[in-house]
């Protein structure tokens, strides 16, 4: 296992929409390595990159969440909360050090975010529908 930790899990599959945030990548499954795409992205294939230990960060909040994680919830926070947009910015021209340091503005949002983190038994990997 490398250093990982293999998982077992069920799913509940809901549909929804949802903007993606920026960069997400999309990965067609009509290509020449479908198969093989599905087979590591679908969350119950034995063979799949959560089955072997690869998303441990929708197990656990911050502070062990990826940074990319925490960016593009921090990202959504300030498009959807102008009160927290108008408090970040403001700390971020007040203090130069808070603005300089990127582990500080993610945990600062972090903390903003209320209560619960979206990524929290949720497997980042979207199926699209058609």
Not at 106 to 112: G, P
Request: proline share 12%.
């Amino acid at each position: 296992t490398e250093g990982r930790v293999p998982l077992a899990a069920t799913f509940v599959h809901e549909p929804s929409q949802q903007l993606m945030p920026v960069g997400s990548v999309r990965v067609p499954a009509d290509q020449p390595n479908g198969l093989l795409a599905a087979a590591l992205l679908e969350p119950e294939s034995q063979d799949s990159f959560l089955a072997w230990g690869f998303f441990p960060e929708m197990l656990t909040p911050a502070p062990s969440t990826d940074d990319f994680i925490l960016a593009a919830l921090g990202e959504r926070l300030l498009a959807t909360e102008p009160t927290v947009k108008a408090a970040f910015e403001t700390k971020l021209r007040a203090e130069p050090a808070f603005a300089a340091n990127p582990d500080a503005r993610l945990a600062w949002l972090y903390a903003h975010a209320g209560p619960g983190h979206p990524y929290v038994l949720r497997y980042p990997i979207t199926r699209e529908l058609n």
